[in-house]
C-alpha cells in the first residue's frame, strides 16, 4: 500500500468516527456523544439544543432555544455559570446514566445528576422545549422522567412548564434573570412562589431584587391570582394553578398551538414579561408586563394603606388608619404607612368588629394562617379570638366562597380594582366602628 492510499484510508475511518458526534438528532444514547457543533433537534422542528455564544463574550455554553425563529432566543442554559473556553465542549452519557458535558480535559462541567440509573438511557429534546432523561424501557412520560430541565428553568417559563415547587421532591422552580445580556449566570432578579408549608401559610409570587420585593402576584383565590386581574378569560392563554400536601405550581397551556410565546424575567428593567413572536414583522411583541403600574410596586403606600391608580395622590390610609408621620405623608412620602387611629381592644375581644372591603389586592400573605375546610362565619371567629389578627376572608372565592385565611399584624402592599379584586375584612375597635 502507497503512502497516499494509507493516508486516505486514515481520512475516512477518521471521517466515519466523527459522523455520528457531528451529526443533528433528536436523541442522544450512549454511543451518540456529539461536539460543539453538533444539535439535538425537537421530533417536530420547534427546539433545538446545541453550543451557543452570547452576543459581546467568547464563552461557549449548552442551551435551548426556537429553531426556526432566526433571532436566536434562548430559553434555557445548562452550565449557566460554568462557561467552556473555545469549541472543545463534548456532551455524552456516562457509565452512570447522566448526561455530561466535559470541557477540553475531560473534567465535568455541568450533569443532569440524576441520582437514579437508567439500564439504557435516553435523552430527548422534546417539542415543548423540555429536555428529559429517562429510560428507553420505559414509556416517554413525565412519571418515567428521571431528570428533565423544565425542573431546572433558567429565566424562561414555557407552555406547560411548571413554576412553583414540588415538595416530595423538594424542587423549587424559579425564573432566574441572566446576570447581563452576556452572561447567563443568574443575577439579582428572581420570580417565583414562595411559601412556608410549616405554617400553613397562603402562597404567592413575588418578583425579589436580591431579597427585596419588587413585585407580588397576590394569592390564589380560586379564580385567579388575587393581584392579576389579567388573568381572566383571555384569547391567548389558560392559566391554572395547583396548590395540594405534593405541589404548589402555576402553568399556561395556549389555546392556538401555533402561537409562540414565551414568559421570561427582564435583567435590564424587572419586569416579568411576556412575549409574543410576529412572524410577519419577524420580532417579539410584549404582551404584558408586571409589575404594570405605580400600584403594582412592593408596599409603594407603606403598612396599612391602599393604592388607587386612578386618584392623586395614589396612596391613602385604609379607614380608621392613620398616617404614621403626616409630615412624610403630606410630601407624597409613604414609606412609614399608616397606624390605627384608635387601638383594638383586644382584653374584650367581642367589642371589635370588622369592616369589609372590597375589590382588594389582599395583603402580603407572609404572616398568615390558612384553613381550607373553615366557611367565612368561623373564620371571623377564628381571628377574633387571637389578639395578633388583623383581616380575614375567604381563601377560596369561586362560587359561594370557601375556606379561612387571616393576617396577622400590619397589612402590606393593597391596592384597589375597579372591576377585579375580593371582598376582605378588617379589624378595627370598637370606638373605630362607632364612628363610621
Known sequence: MDIFTFMLTIVVASLSLLQPILSTVDSIRPIQSFRDGGALVSQGGSFELGFF???????????????????QTVVWVANRCNPINGSSG????????????????????WSTNSSK??????VELLDSGNLVLRD????????????????YPSDTLLPDMKGGWDLKKGLKRLLL??????DPCPGYITFGFHLDPQHHTFPEAYMLKGTAKLYRT?????????????????????????????????????????????????QTTSLHQRLVWIEVNQTWRIYSSLPRDECDKYAVCGANA????????????????????????????????????SPLSCMDKSTDGFIKFSGFKVPDTTHTWVNKSM???????????????????????????????IWYGDLMDIRQFTNAGQDIFIRMSRLELGMM
Open 375 to 405: 366557611n367565612l362565619k368561623e373564620c371571623k371567629a377564628k381571628c377574633l379570638s387571637n389578639c395578633s389578627c388583623t383581616a380575614y376572608t375567604n381563601s377560596d372565592i369561586s362560587g359561594k366562597g370557601s375556606g379561612c385565611v
Open 117 to 122: 440509573q437508567a439500564k439504557k438511557p435516553i
Open 90 to 109: 463534548l456532551l455524552t452519557i456516562n457509565s452512570n446514566g447522566n448526561l455530561v458535558l466535559l470541557n477540553h480535559n475531560k473534567s465535568v462541567v
Open 177 to 182: 434573570a441572566w446576570k447581563s445580556w452576556d
Open 218 to 266: 397576590g394569592p390564589w383565590n380560586g379564580l385567579r391570582l388575587s393581584g392579576t386581574p389579567e388573568l381572566r378569560s383571555n384569547p391567548l392563554y389558560d392559566f391554572g394553578f395547583v396548590y395540594n400536601d405534593d405541589e404548589v405550581y402555576y402553568m399556561y397551556n395556549l389555546k392556538n398551538k401555533s402561537v409562540i410565546t414565551r414568559v421570561f424575567v427582564n
Open 53 to 71: 455564544t452570547p452576543d459581546n463574550s467568547n464563552n461557549r455554553y449548552v442551551g435551548i432555544w426556537y429553531k426556526n425563529i432566526p433571532i
Open 136 to 151: 428507553e424501557e420505559d414509556g416517554n412520560s413525565e412519571t418515567n422522567y428521571l431528570w428533565q430541565s423544565f425542573d
Open 306 to 341: 391602599n393604592c388607587l391608580i386612578n386618584d392623586n395622590p395614589i396612596c391613602q390610609c385604609l379607614r380608621g388608619f392613620t398616617p404614621k408621620s403626616q409630615e412624610k405623608w403630606s410630601s407624597m412620602d409613604w414609606s412609614d404607612g399608616c397606624v390605627r387611629s
